[in-house]
């Protein structure tokens, strides 16, 4: 089993900037994709960033530009900075850790865009 614990939500003003950080309980980064997801109040959870093992990071068309994920393996944990942040971003943000049939999910961490 595996505990992905999620940090660094906050209110920042539009055009802020945030670093999200998803920690896990063991070392599972090297090896699995990571994907940051978020989910807005009424609309369905929607993937933003992925990460793959020895891969490119991938980006929705939403965020590209703006938001960066990244991983430090020492530390067993993932990144997504946040970047240019527009009211539209505002969700809760999840962690997500992935290998074959294994998947793990964070407790999610809240990011409000707002003046």
């Known amino acids: 089993q595996v505990q992905l614990v999620e940090s660094g939500g906050g209110l920042v003003q539009p055009g802020g900037s945030l670093r999200l950080s998803c920690a896990a309980s063991r070392s599972i980064f090297s090896i699995y994709t990571i994907r940051w997801y978020r989910q807005a109040p009424g609309k369905q959870r929607e993937l933003v960033a992925g990460?793959?093992?020895?891969?490119?990071?991938n980006y929705a068309d939403s965020v590209k530009g703006r938001f960066t994920i990244s991983r430090d393996n020492a530390k067993n944990t993932v990144y997504l900075q946040m970047n240019s942040l527009k009211p539209e971003d505002t969700a809760v943000y999840y962690c997500?850790?992935?290998?074959?049939?294994?998947?793990?999910w964070g407790q999610g961490t809240q990011v409000t865009v707002s003046s």
């Open positions: 990460i793959f093992s020895g891969g490119s990071p």
């Open positions: 997500n850790a992935q290998l074959g049939p294994n998947v793990y």
